[in-house]
């Protein structure tokens, strides 16, 4: 074993342990707020794995978009929500995790010995490139053009829906119909009886 | 690579279509913003008539000589031509009815009409990709706007909560469908097109990798069809939807799926074709059990065409299943169909539920001696939806079961007859139920039920759609001679079927630019790489 | 051999997320959960791309793609929880029952 791949297999074995263990916590841990920061540990080391595996793009864009992007987003839907809440415990809880547990590790026994199992091809003599950003460049706007347009389209269309269902609305504006009979009765399921605003944080009862 | 011969190789013109589609979805999404509400009473026109052009330009690119474009991540064959004019139909029926409803509860019609619009975009180039990003570029193009047209109606619970289940299910499903993509992509060594994938597994095809992607891509894409053991989300959501869009993931969602699955199974997994159609019989017979039992005791009208779209789901497998042409014929023939009958009684369930306010069942009691249009239309719809005879559904039903019976597959042909026998009971429920006579049995609803008028903003579409759906849902059956031939034409031509077991070749990769420097500057400029080199040789 | 060494480590995360996905009451845990199985998935691709595709790296576009959905899914996400919260004044899943489940 040389010094290179000693440095490898030793940071493989940290990043791994770190990412493993951040992520349990981000599911076992009451504490919604430490959950969410142990998030971005599990991708932080995850991009220090793309750089074992000489991602170098990727492992930028892991960092700037996971942890930049998606953790405080997460972190502020969690302020955002943030009430002191209690959950009320529910009988035989304890059954239900026990089962998922045992879905999680037959899920893993069954993917593991799969992974172990399968021939993986490997093509002999064929160093991985360096120059990664060239590549995925010509990607995207050759063979992976078309996905590329369409995930414009598809960020516009959830930055759209998005601010439409996040955004608050004090007052219900009283020209909601740009026709006639704005005094409909309403009585549609989706007609709430008052803006939810107004009525402060008591939950229509239904 | 200069210019043009990019331009050229990339054949930009397959996907005309989904560009119109595209410069609507910009043209209501600005018109909305500079205009503001006032563009509401133009904005839903436009659209359906850039949906319209959309639906021309799918005509003008039939047989079209050269389909794979954009180098391999689309095909614009003549199914998928056909998948796509079943989805752009359904989405200019979803607006015919939309555009009342909205107006009615209050929210941004724009916005609405821009997220429909995306959906459409999504599940059209769905119905055509060939290759695995573009697969789930434009599944989640499709999932995402389903998730914000179900929470739309964001002041009412119920709309909250369906949207939150649809997207935790649905987000999960989509990571379920990528592990399996990305199992794919490493048994085949590194391919991403399914056509390479198919060459890459063709020696591999009995080992647990191949199986447990096939698997896991199956979940993903049953999910969207909303077959038996991945349909949870399905009653919850079409529940708890504003109506429209149910009416939408109910034909055009599941029509992509339809296509999706048509493709992913026929081109990258013909090695296996044993093992998912032993699947897909599976998931058939459980959809149409399940479906078509649990219907008969609900009591909502959407919970219960909820289940009965399962149903439906589970007789459109039996075409996909069998994989004969004719059986894809039929598939294709009840998919086109039930975008009528079921988009028609739709509009029925949205015009009722906006005169009154309510969707029970119940409630539908004496419908008749108020409103005879509603219930001739909702009458109609469901007995075709249920197959009894003159209707197109009937038609519908006997290819698909004719087809099924000359491919020998006699158990799932007598299943769907007996389901079908079951569907009829709760369909006609409902119109027996519509139909009493007796005044006193009228429903509190029905006694107040409000004059009629088309006048209000919004209605006249409403009405237009009442009366294509069911003019098409009388006439389509007898009348089917030439649906049945495009059909069958869009199935013919393809190569698709006959090569479901020889395997086409890779769609050329014109990446050779990086062949030739790469192979030169690698070995001194990548330490890292000659290290995990060094790994790998060892 | 390293290449299996990555697809373990993406299979364990893939489990974790499966398992957070079922227990969590938390809405916004959910979503973490899914995150971390999206995570599984672009090591998986990230890893097959390096070992068996290290000419044409297309799964590392294939993972940028699921890095940029992710994104907008998370986002569409938090904002359904925000409108659920507003009028439920809770993230809890299993009160979320009007629906029959």
Redesign the interface.
């Known amino acids: 074993m ?1 010094l ?2 000693g440095v ?1 297999t030793i940071s ?1 074995a940290l990043l ?1 342990l770190m ?2 263990g951040a ?2 916590g ?2 076992l841990l009451d504490n ?1 707020v430490y ?2 920061f142990l ?1 971005g540990g ?2 932080i080391s ?1 991009s220090g ?2 750089l074992l ?3 170098d ?2 492992s930028a ?2 960092i700037l ?2 942890v930049g ?2 953790n405080v ?2 972190l ?3 302020m ?2 943030n ?1 002191r ?1 209690d ?2 415990p ?1 009988p035989r809880r304890w059954i ?2 026990g ?3 045992l ?3 037959g ?2 026994a ?23 950003l ?3 460049g ?3 706007f ?6 590329f347009e ?2 414009s ?14 955004r ?2 004090y007052v ?2 009283d ?7 704005p005094q ?9 009886k008052e ?3 107004l009525s402060g ?4 009862s ?1 | 690579m200069d210019f043009a011969n990019l331009a050229s190789q990339l054949n930009a013109g397959a996907i005309l279509p989904e560009g119109i589609v595209i410069i609507t979805l910009l043209v209501v999404l600005i018109a909305d913003l500079i205009v503001g509400r006032a563009a509401d009473r133009w904005t839903p026109y436009v659209a359906i008539a850039g949906l319209l052009a959309a639906v021309g330009a799918l005509y003008l690119g039939w047989n079209r000589l050269e389909t794979v474009s954009f180098l391999g991540s689309f095909n614009s064959d003549n199914l998928s031509l056909v998948f796509r004019g079943i989805i752009a139909l359904a989405t200019v029926v979803t607006i015919l009815m939309s555009i009342r409803y909205v107006e009615q509860t209050g929210s941004d019609l724009g916005e609405y009409l821009t997220i429909l619009l995306s959906a459409t975009l999504g599940a059209m180039f769905l119905s055509g990709s060939e290759e695995l990003v573009m697969i789930f570029i434009s599944l989640e193009t499709l999932s995402i706007a389903s998730y914000l047209m179900t929470g739309y109606m964001k002041r009412d619970l119920r709309s909250n909560e369906a949207a939150l289940k649809y997207l935790l299910i649905g987000a999960a499903s989509s990571a379920i469908f990528l592990y399996g993509s990305s199992l794919l992509y490493g048994l085949s060594g590194g391919s991403t097109s399914l056509a390479g994938i198919a060459a890459g597994i063709a020696n591999s095809s009995q080992s647990l990798g191949v199986l447990i992607s096939l698997v896991f891509v199956i979940a993903g894409i049953s999910f969207k069809i909303s077959a038996v053991p991945f349909h949870q989300w399905t009653p919850d959501v079409y529940e708890g939807a504003p109506t429209p869009v149910v009416a939408f993931l109910s034909v055009a969602s599941k029509a992509a799926g339809f296509a999706l699955a048509v493709r992913f199974m026929t081109i990258a997994f013909p090695s296996v074709s044993d093992q998912w159609q032993f699947i897909f019989t599976a998931l058939a017979i459980l959809s149409m059990i399940l479906g078509n039992v649990v219907a008969i005791a609900q009591t909502s009208m959407k919970r219960m065409l909820a289940y009965s779209s399962i149903g439906q789901a589970g007789f459109v497998m039996i075409g996909f299943v069998i994989g004969t042409e004719s059986g894809y014929a039929s598939m294709l023939f009840y998919l086109l169909i039930y975008l009528f009958m079921n988009l028609g009684a739709f509009t029925c369930i949205i015009l009722f539920s906006l005169r009154t306010g309510t969707d029970q069942i119940s409630d539908y009691a004496g419908l008749y001696q108020k409103d005879p249009l509603l219930t001739l239309a909702l009458s109609i719809c469901l007995l075709s939806l249920g197959g009894i005879p003159p209707l197109a559904g009937f038609f519908g039903k006997l290819y698909l079961f004719w087809a099924g019976w000359q491919a020998g597959a006699y158990g799932l042909v007598i299943l769907g007859l007996l389901t079908s026998v079951v569907s009829i009971y709760y369909y006609i429920r409902v119109v027996k139920m519509m139909v009493v006579k007796e005044p006193q049995e009228m429903s509190e609803t029905i006694k107040n039920y409000p004059a009629l008028s088309w006048k209000p903003f919004g209605m006249r579409p409403l009405q237009v759609g009442l009366i294509l759906t069911l003019i098409t849902t009388s006439l389509a059956g007898i009348l089917s001679n030439p649906l049945f031939n495009l059909v069958n034409a869009s199935v013919a031509d393809v190569p698709l079927f006959e090569a479901a077991v020889p395997i086409r070749p890779a769609a050329p990769v014109s990446l050779q630019v990086p062949a030739t420097p790469l192979s030169a500057v690698v070995p001194q400029s990548a330490p890292q790489a000659q290290t995990l080199n060094v790994n790998l040789r060892s | 051999m390293q290449l299996n060494l990555f697809l373990l480590l993406a299979v364990a995360l893939f489990c974790i997320g499966i398992y957070g996905l079922i227990t969590s009451r938390n809405a916004v845990r959910v979503l973490m959960s899914i995150e971390l199985m999206l995570n599984a998935v672009n090591i998986n691709l990230l890893a097959f791309s390096n070992y068996l595709d290290g000419q044409s790296i297309r799964g590392q576009v294939f993972a940028v793609f699921i890095i940029t959905v992710a994104a907008a899914e998370a986002a569409v996400g938090l904002a359904i929880i925000l409108s659920i919260y507003r009028n439920r004044d809770t993230v809890d899943m299993e009160k979320f029952n009007v629906l029959k489940w």
Do not use: C
């Open positions: 040389n290179a791949e490898q493989f791994a990412m493993i992520a349990l981000v599911v919604i959950s969410a998030l599990v991708f995850i794995l793309y595996l000489n991602a793009f990727v864009a892991q978009i996971y992007a998606v987003l997460i502020f839907a969690i955002l929500v009430k809440e959950f009320s529910v239900r995790k089962g998922a547990a879905v999680s590790v899920l893993f069954l993917l593991g010995t799969m992974v172990v199992q399968t021939p993986w091809v490997i093509p002999a003599n064929l160093p991985a490139t360096t120059s990664t060239i590549i995925l010509e990607h995207f050759s063979d992976y053009l078309l996905p369409l995930a389209v598809l960020l516009l269309m959830a930055l759209v829906g998005a601010v439409v269902l996040a608050r609305e219900l504006d020209e909601a119909s740009v026709g006639e009979m409909l009765p309403l009585q549609l399921p989706e007609r709430p803006p939810v605003a944080t008591s939950a229509p239904r």
